[in-house]
């Protein structure tokens, strides 16, 4: 079955840098578009950015946009973000889910604080 395990969320300062890692199987994750989620405490979902299979399609929600990265790894079945200039507004839970299903990770924590 479908599995995706986040990782790399934790506390960062504002200003700081993190990297969510999403570890896949269950499906051919070369052929997926994929993406991040986030859900801010008391907010509904939100999709941060997604990458289409061969890369040449990627989008990434206005507020992000400069700040954080998506990538993936076709060979190892792993999807990236690599977020920096991290602000307060951007504390959520994170999401690895596919775009097709909607299937998603358990989720990693994203807290930005000083």
């Known amino acids: 079955q479908v599995q995706l395990v986040e990782s790399g969320g934790g506390l960062v300062q504002p200003g700081g840098s993190l990297t969510l890692s999403c570890a896949t199987s269950?499906?051919?994750?070369?052929?997926?578009?994929m993406g991040w989620l986030r859900q801010a405490p008391g907010k509904g979902l939100e999709w941060v950015s997604q990458?289409?299979?061969?890369?040449?399609?990627?989008y990434y929600t206005p507020s992000v946009k400069g700040r954080f990265t998506i990538s993936r790894d076709n060979a190892k079945s792993t999807l990236y973000l690599q977020m920096n200039s991290l602000r307060p507004e951007d504390t959520a839970v994170y999401y690895c889910?596919?775009?097709?299903?909607?299937?998603r990770g358990q989720g990693t924590q994203v807290t930005v604080s000083s």
């Open positions: 889910a596919k775009t097709d299903s909607g299937a």
């Open positions: 269950g499906f051919t994750f070369s052929s997926a578009t």
């Open positions: 990458i289409g299979a061969s890369t040449d399609y990627i």
